[in-house]
């Protein structure tokens, strides 16, 4: 294709698909392909006739991204081998080579340059015939993809260990196969100008909120970017309140979870090669909720439900509780635990808040070097690291062992709320500064102002702390506790219909 010349192209660099028209003659479709894919030396264009000559062919491809034999054996080789007198064949038409020839399974016909040039690109292969105007599309993907394993971010310990992978159509099968149904509804549609990646809408016809799914459908027909390369690219676009800490939109790794989200009446959407689909709406108890939950009896998921609930409390209170207790509000302390705290301190070389501030980045950096070293030595590294630093710094007194214990106790109970971290890390750094200036004030001022916040976040019109501002036993069934399983009676209050079908 080094001779070809170049395609015209629109203002914003793209080629210009209206400048090219499908033409009956075979030559003049292979020119209009090269000079669309000047330069990209991985195009394939295979040319072939059958053996009478009757039928002059080509297959245009991506090299790597089709399976080879079978674009071979159910394209290339019938055509080759086609003779007018061994088979019922009174012409050469187009539906004569798609009806008795190509035995691909899924073959389809088109005459738009544009979605010729899709098809092409998304691995499939492209069929271009002598004498017609238009050309076939042959299913032939066969590209590498990563197996379905168990995610790292979501292990369960008794419940289904499959996760999604960075396929489209093994993530939707992976919903299907859990969702035997016809009111399962998959709606497509391409996000990104240049990338035009695929997008699925997945959810139950007779349990989603009509309103929920035509707002959503109204926010992707807005965005306007160049590329979707993965779910979170969305996230940010279609986000409530897109400068809240918060998250409003769901994601997860398990196809189980997916489909428990979309039998609550819930949008799921499946991205080409990002392994996390997104649900909505997402409301602040999903936060708290744990793959196991479900698999385990009630009584241990309602008390590890509890637990993170406080953990929550601890991560984002205690360095500014601690903070405030020792430097403004000493005696609110015990006698014993002021001389034992004084002790520790007197010997320090800084104030209380600025061990706290020092104590909380390095543990944040040893996390982060844990997460992004490999497998063998990130644990390892996080953990003993933290010990080892920790304990140095003691010995060497420059910071007290109380400030160390309330720093762990914090990084520690962060890690039980992970989908929290960053909104956790906000509230906790901005409580502690009030706290140094003001004492317990500050820190009650904070809490007030994140829970008014909470209070005003909505998902795609549903309130975000739907469950936990209510008493009303039938909307607080899985909130703080779970309720067995044959008392859930009715689903989240976004669904069309709220009555759990028995």
């Given at each position: 294709?080094?001779?070809?010349?170049?395609?015209?192209?629109?203002?914003?660099?793209?080629?210009?698909?209206?400048?090219?028209?499908?033409?009956?003659?075979?030559?003049?479709?292979?020119?209009?392909?090269?000079?669309?894919?000047?330069?990209?030396?991985?195009?394939?264009?295979?040319?072939?006739?059958?053996?009478?000559?009757?039928?002059?062919?080509?297959?245009?491809?991506?090299?790597?991204?089709?399976?080879?034999?079978?674009?071979?054996?159910?394209?290339?080789?019938?055509?080759?081998?086609?003779?007018?007198?061994?088979?019922?064949?009174?012409?050469?038409?187009?539906?004569?080579?798609?009806?008795?020839?190509?035995?691909?399974?899924?073959?389809?016909?088109?005459?738009?340059?544009?979605?010729?040039?899709?098809?092409?690109?998304?691995?499939?292969?492209?069929?271009?015939?002598?004498?017609?105007?238009?050309?076939?599309?042959?299913?032939?993907?066969?590209?590498?993809?990563?197996?379905?394993?168990?995610?790292?971010?979501?292990?369960?310990?008794?419940?289904?260990?499959?996760?999604?992978?960075?396929?489209?159509?093994?993530?939707?099968?992976?919903?299907?196969?859990?969702?035997?149904?016809?009111?399962?509804?998959?709606?497509?549609?391409?996000?990104?100008?240049?990338?035009?990646?695929?997008?699925?809408?997945?959810?139950?016809?007779?349990?989603?909120?009509?309103?929920?799914?035509?707002?959503?459908?109204?926010?992707?027909?807005?965005?306007?970017?160049?590329?979707?390369?993965?779910?979170?690219y969305l996230e940010e676009f279609v986000k409530d309140s897109r400068l809240s800490p918060f998250k409003t939109t769901g994601s997860s790794e398990k196809p189980d979870i997916v489909a428990a989200?979309?039998?609550?009446?819930?949008?799921?959407?499946?991205?080409?090669?990002?392994?996390?689909?997104?649900?909505?709406?997402?409301?602040?108890?999903?936060?708290?909720?744990?793959?196991?939950?479900?698999?385990?009896?009630?009584?241990?998921?309602?008390?590890?439900?509890?637990?993170?609930?406080?953990?929550?409390?601890?991560?984002?209170?205690?360095?500014?509780?601690?903070?405030?207790?020792?430097?403004?509000?000493?005696?609110?302390?015990?006698?014993?635990?002021?001389?034992?705290?004084?002790?520790?301190?007197?010997?320090?070389?800084?104030?209380?808040?600025?061990?706290?501030?020092?104590?909380?980045?390095?543990?944040?950096?040893?996390?982060?070097?844990?997460?992004?070293?490999?497998?063998?030595?990130?644990?390892?590294?996080?953990?003993?690291?933290?010990?080892?630093?920790?304990?140095?710094?003691?010995?060497?007194?420059?910071?007290?062992?109380?400030?160390?214990?309330?720093?762990?106790?914090?990084?520690?109970?962060?890690?039980?709320?992970?989908?929290?971290?960053?909104?956790?890390?906000?509230?906790?750094?901005?409580?502690?500064?009030?706290?140094?200036?003001?004492?317990?004030?500050?820190?009650?001022?904070?809490?007030?102002?994140?829970?008014?916040?909470?209070?005003?976040?909505?998902?795609?019109?549903?309130?975000?702390?739907?469950?936990?501002?209510?008493?009303?036993?039938?909307?607080?069934?899985?909130?703080?506790?779970?309720?067995?399983?044959?008392?859930?009676?009715?689903?989240?209050?976004?669904?069309?219909?709220?009555?759990?079908?028995?």
């Amino acid at each position: 294709m080094a001779g070809s010349k170049q395609p015209q192209t629109n203002l914003e660099g793209m080629v210009d698909y209206s400048a090219f028209r499908m033409s009956e003659s075979l030559a003049e479709n292979l020119s209009m392909i090269r000079t669309i894919f000047t330069g990209d030396d991985a195009v394939i264009i295979r040319e072939f006739e059958s053996r009478d000559g009757k039928i002059r062919c080509a297959a245009v491809y991506v090299d790597g991204m089709i399976n080879t034999q079978m674009v071979v054996l159910s394209v290339i080789r019938p055509i080759c081998s086609f003779e007018r007198k061994r088979l019922d064949i009174t012409g050469t038409t187009l539906d004569d080579i798609q009806s008795k020839l190509v035995s691909g399974n899924e073959v389809k016909r088109s005459q738009d340059i544009k979605t010729c040039v899709s098809t092409v690109l998304c691995g499939d292969t492209l069929v271009l015939t002598d004498g017609s105007q238009e050309a076939l599309l042959v299913g032939s993907k066969g590209y590498a993809t990563r197996a379905v394993i168990e995610p790292d971010n979501e292990k369960s310990l008794r419940g289904p260990r499959e996760g999604f992978t960075e396929s489209f159509m093994v993530n939707l099968s992976l919903i299907r196969r859990r969702l035997q149904t016809s009111d399962l509804k998959l709606s497509f549609l391409r996000l990104g100008t240049r990338t035009e990646t695929r997008v699925c809408l997945c959810y139950l016809d007779s349990l989603v909120d009509k309103s929920v799914l035509k707002e959503l459908r109204n926010r992707l027909s807005q965005i306007s970017t160049d590329s979707v390369l993965c779910t979170n690219y969305l996230e940010e676009f279609v986000k409530d309140s897109r400068l809240s800490p918060f998250k409003t939109t769901g994601s997860s790794e398990k196809p189980d979870i997916v489909a428990a989200r979309l039998l609550e009446g819930r949008v799921g959407v499946v991205v080409d090669g990002s392994p996390l689909v997104m649900t909505v709406p997402y409301l602040l108890i999903e936060n708290f909720q744990a793959p196991d939950d479900y698999y385990v009896n009630f009584y241990y998921s309602s008390a590890g439900r509890l637990v993170r609930f406080l953990a929550f409390f601890l991560t984002i209170s205690v360095p500014a509780v601690y903070v405030s207790l020792v430097g403004f509000h000493q005696e609110m302390i015990p006698d014993s635990l002021i001389a034992v705290l004084s002790a520790a301190s007197s010997h320090t070389p800084f104030p209380v808040i600025l061990e706290c501030l020092g104590l909380l980045v390095v543990f944040d950096v040893l996390r982060e070097a844990g997460i992004r070293s490999s497998n063998k030595i990130g644990q390892a590294l996080s953990i003993v690291g933290g010990l080892v630093v920790g304990q140095a710094a003691i010995e060497a007194k420059i910071i007290g062992a109380p400030t160390l214990i309330v720093v762990a106790l914090t990084g520690i109970t962060g890690m039980l709320v992970s989908k929290l971290s960053s909104a956790g890390l906000l509230i906790r750094t901005g409580a502690l500064l009030m706290s140094a200036f003001v004492g317990l004030f500050g820190y009650f001022f904070v809490m007030v102002m994140v829970s008014i916040h909470l209070l005003s976040l909505q998902s795609f019109g549903c309130d975000y702390m739907s469950g936990l501002t209510t008493l009303k036993s039938n909307m607080a069934q899985d909130v703080l506790f779970r309720a067995p399983i044959w008392n859930m009676k009715t689903r989240p209050q976004f669904a069309r219909n709220t009555r759990r079908q028995k």
